[in-house]
C-alpha cells in the first residue's frame, strides 16, 4: 500500500464547475500536507500548504484536511480551463511522498 | 530570482551508456532532492540532500544509480549503465531544511529516453 493515495482520473468537467481532488494516506504521523499542480512539461509548483486538521482558503482553492479519517482534499470553485493540469497532494515526516496525482480537464 | 536549474533538458541515449543529469538549487537553499516521475509509479524520491550530506538514499532503485553534491549550488545524478526501464522524468527540487514542511521548489526536468 502506498502512504499517499489519489484516483489518477482523469477528471474532465466544464468551466465554471466545482472541482473536488481528493486523497487518502496511510501514515499517522504525517503533520503537513501539500497540493502541488503540473502543468505538461513542467515541474510541480506548490499550490496550497496546510498544517494538521482543517481548511485553508485561497481565492478559488480550497484544502482540507481531516486526520481522524486521513483524507486530503482540494476544492477549486468557478473552475477555469487554465486549471487543467495535473493535482497532486503530497504529506511528509522527514521526507515528502507524493500521491500518483491527478489529471484535471476544464473544457470551455 | 532563478528557480532550480536543470540540465539537460532532453536526453537520449542508448542502452548501457553513462547518463549524468545536473542540478542547480536555488540560492540559500541548502535541501536538495531527485525525484523520478513515471505514468506508473507517479513521483517518486530518490535521494536527498541537507548542507550537501546525503540524507536519505533509499528510494535510488541500485547501484548503477548514484548522486552527489560537492557544493551548495550543484548536483549531479549518474546512471551507469543506463537502462531501457530507466526512461524516465527526472526532477530536481530544493527547499530551506529548516522548513519542517518542505515546501520544495521543482525544475523543469530531465525527459530521459533510454534506447
Known amino acids: 500500500q502506498k502512504e499517499v493515495e489519489q484516483d489518477p482520473g482523469p477528471l474532465s468537467v466544464p468551466e465554471g464547475a466545482i472541482v473536488s481532488l481528493n486523497c487518502t494516506y496511510s501514515n499517522s504521523a504525517f503533520q503537513y500536507f501539500m497540493w502541488y499542480r503540473q502543468y505538461s512539461r513542467k515541474g510541480p509548483e506548490l499550490l496550497m500548504y496546510?498544517?494538521?486538521?482543517g481548511n485553508k482558503e485561497d481565492g478559488r482553492f480550497t484544502a482540507q484536511v481531516d486526520k481522524s479519517s486521513k483524507y486530503i482534499s482540494l476544492f477549486i470553485r468557478d473552475s477555469q480551463p487554465s486549471d487543467s493540469a495535473t493535482y497532486l497532494c503530497a504529506s511528509n515526516t522527514g521526507k515528502l511522498i507524493f500521491g500518483q496525482g491527478t489529471t484535471l480537464q476544464v473544457k470551455p | 530570482d532563478a528557480g532550480v536549474i536543470q540540465s539537460p533538458r532532453h536526453e537520449v541515449t542508448e542502452m548501457g551508456q553513462e547518463v549524468t543529469l545536473r542540478c542547480k538549487p536555488i540560492s540559500g537553499h541548502n535541501s536538495l532532492f531527485w525525484y523520478r516521475q513515471t505514468m506508473m509509479r507517479g513521483l517518486e524520491l530518490l535521494i536527498y540532500f541537507n548542507n550537501n550530506v546525503p540524507i536519505d538514499d533509499s528510494g535510488m532503485p541500485e547501484d548503477r544509480f548514484s548522486a552527489k553534491m560537492p557544493n551548495a549550488s550543484f548536483s549531479t545524478l549518474k546512471i551507469q549503465p543506463s537502462e531501457p526501464r530507466d526512461s524516465a522524468v527526472y526532477f530536481c527540487?530544493?527547499?530551506?531544511?529548516?522548513?519542517?514542511?518542505?515546501?520544495?521548489?521543482f525544475g523543469s526536468g530531465t525527459q530521459l529516453s533510454v534506447l
Open positions: 496546510t498544517y494538521s486538521s
Open positions: 527540487a530544493s527547499s530551506l531544511a529548516r522548513d519542517r514542511g518542505q515546501k520544495l521548489f
